[in-house]
């Protein structure tokens, strides 16, 4: 049997011994022994029974990131890519049987790639209000000689009803200012820093500010389809408050779980690949210790590798 090859010393990706995972894995609840509410868990089984066993009219806000429409391998199973009929039917089922959970101030986020998009957009409106389209660019994609480089995913955001959460000015975007205005000889809209010139912005539906996890990243796993923290950030701020409670169904390893923990928010995650149970437990223990946010802090968003940058030039000064 060939040895695995020793991470480098920066690689930060989470792994854990077989023994490890059967310890996080105890800790988390199978989806057939759900009674009530089982906030702050972690579920592990198949989402359809989840979201069947859970209460009426409970969650503040579900964020979707189902399998795309993709030929994929997650852990030990295999998604098959459907015709789009099929993959409508698929969409459809899991929105019949997340809705009774929702309250009517709910809101909805569904993480989709451009062709999955075409789909759930169109089920979306009817079963709810859709707000707006977010196109996050997540920079990294496969290089393709007859096509365009697919290097973004959409975000569908609904509501419920008219009556929801939106803290826009929880999720205002700190950017560097290129053309620094003066009236009266005082900045407009800016502050002058010691690490520069920054406005904060009102944040729009082009998100160029995340990138995916990568190696050198504490929160990165081996995951093949791991979604930011920073990303489960924005919407969390945004579209609830301290001590909501937010749903995942297709939980994968843990981040919306990991992030509503270090925003002080609820949270129920379900996933059925008991490996990524595992790392979604590991990553909560982390978090008790680490509730950082990256790419996040003063209550803003910065723009990518502004911190960098900055931690850089500190560096420099001593």
């Known amino acids: 049997m060939q040895e695995r090859k ?9 792994r854990l011994s077989p023994e490890e995972e059967a310890r996080c894995l105890e800790r988390c609840l199978p989806v057939t ?53 099929e ?64 290097a973004q995913e959409d975000i569908w955001f609904a509501t419920v009803s008219g009556a929801y959460t939106f803290n826009v000015q929880a999720v205002m975007q700190r950017r560097r200012v290129i053309a620094p205005y003066r009236e009266n000889g005082k900045p407009k809209d800016w502050v002058e820093t010691a690490d520069g010139r920054f406005r904060d912005t009102y944040p729009s539906n082009f998100w160029d500010d995340i990138s995916i996890p990568y190696w050198s990243m504490p929160e990165n796993t081996d995951h093949p389809a791991q979604k930011p923290e920073k990303l489960m950030a924005k919407l969390i701020l945004a579209s609830s408050n301290p001590g909501d409670l937010v749903l995942d169904p297709f939980g994968g390893v843990g981040t919306s779980a990991v992030v509503a923990k270090k925003l002080g928010r609820r949270f129920i995650c379900v996933e059925r690949e008991a490996e990524y149970c595992a790392l979604a437990i590991r990553r909560l223990e ?24 900055q931690a850089r030039r500190a560096r420099r000064k001593k």
Not at 6 to 14: L, S, V
Not at 70 to 79: A, I, M, Y
Not at 111 to 129: P, Q
């Open 33 to 85: 022994q759900i009674e009530g509410l089982p906030e702050n868990q972690i579920l592990h089984g198949d989402a359809f029974e989840a979201l069947r066993r859970l209460p009426d009219e409970c969650v503040d806000l579900l964020i979707v990131d189902p399998p795309y429409n993709l030929n994929k391998t997650f852990g030990q199973r295999v998604f098959r890519r459907m015709d789009a009929a």
């Open 286 to 309: 982390m978090a008790e210790t680490d509730p950082s946010i990256q790419g996040y802090s003063d209550g803003v968003f910065w723009e990518r590798n502004t911190l960098v940058e």
């Open 6 to 14: 020793q991470p480098a010393p920066r690689n930060r990706t989470i």
């Open 87 to 150: 993959y409508a039917a698929f969409t459809r089922s899991w929105l019949e049987t997340a809705r009774h959970t929702l309250k009517k101030t709910a809101s909805v986020y569904v993480c989709c790639d451009w062709m999955s998009s075409l789909v759930i957009g169109n089920l979306l409106g009817e079963y709810f209000t859709v707000r707006n389209r977010i196109t996050w660019q997540r920079e990294k994609g496969r290089g393709s000689l007859k096509n365009w480089k697919n």
